[in-house]
């Protein structure tokens, strides 16, 4: 059974740091196509970055500042990170990792949050001026 567990959010000032985890079983292999969203309140899920296998695209509004790792062993987890540098009021939201259905697919729909079948429950992240 897949599970996707985020980790690592919290409150921080502008011009800060943040590095989320995203903690991942059940996956028969790992060329899936992974990724991070997430969503302030009152407004839609938006796509943030995706990886596969090297290939990573990112969205214009975190381009430069944020960075998605590629999955890795730690302690024993299958673990993703997104490094958050340079932090804005705007970045508030629920941080959710995803990923999708089927691995050898590469990310062909891209930043559709739409296409990813598997979600972690979310985690917070404040970011004050």
């Known amino acids: 059974q897949v599970q996707l567990v985020e980790s690592g959010g919290g409150s921080v000032q502008a011009g800060g740091s943040l590095r989320l985890s995203c903690a991942a079983s059940?996956?028969?292999?790992?060329?899936?196509?992974m990724g991070w969203f997430r969503q302030a309140p009152g407004k839609e899920r938006e796509g943030l970055t995706t990886?596969?296998?090297?290939?990573?695209?990112?969205?214009d509004s975190v381009k430069g500042r944020f960075t998605i790792s590629p999955i890795s062993r730690d302690n024993g987890k299958n673990t993703m990170y997104l490094q958050m540098n340079s932090l804005k009021p705007e970045d508030t939201g629920m941080y959710y990792c995803?990923?999708?259905?089927?691995?050898?697919?590469?990310?062909?729909?891209?930043?559709?949050?739409?296409?990813?079948?598997?979600w972690g429950q979310g985690t917070p992240v404040t970011v004050s001026s």
């Open positions: 990886r596969y296998l090297g290939f990573i695209s990112y969205a």
């Open positions: 059940g996956y028969s292999h790992s060329a899936y196509c």
């Open positions: 995803a990923s999708y259905r089927s691995p050898f697919r590469g990310c062909s729909g891209g930043l559709r949050h739409e296409d990813f079948a598997y």
